[in-house]
């Protein structure tokens, strides 16, 4: 069973800082992993996907990956007010050949303090 | 260019009724992808299209459940003898081939009474 595990939260960090989510999954052969950021009431919507091992930065999101310890980050520097949403990670496995689903986390619910 | 739509946005349906939930993907995307979303979790994977071909149908709960894509654009997730446990958001989402960004639509939000 492929299992993707986040801390449901909620997280709660003070505008302008750093907000850090975290992510594990179970099957070593997961090949990518993604951030879908999930506003109340509306539909995922990408932030950022990583392949490799290290660290892939986009304006204020930086993803990392560490595949020895099958984990997943998302740093949010400058937190903004409108950031507050729940962060899912999805993981695409490569157990079966053909299938391309994503496997999501329950997403940790992450609020800014003005 | 435009994304990918869903109708309708929410449906009410009684037990035992039969529900079809559309989805139009984005233009030239051959990929589609149904997902369930229940209240507080993330999207649970249902069936994968590629083209008019349905290569993963391994997600779908139960034989009430059954998805279509008979041209390999709109694609119709059809369920029936709708039961309480089906209350749920439908997501589709979709991808010019599989292995790239799954993009969603905006969901249909089922209740069954």
């Known amino acids: 069973q492929k299992e993707v595990e986040q801390n449901s939260g909620p997280l709660s960090v003070p505008e302008g800082a750093i907000a850090s989510l975290n992510c594990t999954y179970s099957d070593r052969g997961s090949q990518s992993f993604f951030w879908y950021r999930q506003y109340s009431g509306k539909s995922p919507e990408l932030i950022m996907f990583?392949?490799?091992?290290g660290d892939k930065e986009d304006g204020r999101f930086t993803a990392q990956l560490n595949k020895a310890s099958q984990y997943v980050s998302l740093l949010i520097r400058d937190s903004q007010p409108s950031d507050s949403a729940t962060y899912l990670c999805a993981v695409r496995s490569s157990y079966r050949a053909g299938s391309y689903q994503l496997t999501f986390g329950k997403g940790t619910k992450l609020s800014v303090i003005p | 260019g435009a994304g990918v739509s869903q109708s309708p946005r929410y449906k009410v349906a009684k037990r035992g009724q039969d529900v079809a939930l559309r989805c139009d993907p984005i233009s030239g995307h051959v990929s589609l992808f149904w997902y369930q979303q229940a209240l507080g979790q993330g999207p649970e994977f249902l069936t994968y299209f590629q083209n008019e071909a349905q290569l993963d149908k391994s997600g779908l709960p139960s034989d009430r459940f059954f998805a279509e894509r008979p041209e390999g654009s709109v694609s119709t997730l059809k369920i029936q003898r709708t039961q309480q446990e089906d209350s749920a958001v439908y997501l589709c989402?979709?991808?010019?081939?599989?292995?790239?960004?799954?993009?969603f639509g905006p969901g249909t939000r089922l209740t069954v009474l």
């Open positions: 990583i392949y490799s091992n």
């Open positions: 989402a979709s991808s010019s081939r599989a292995p790239t960004t799954q993009y």
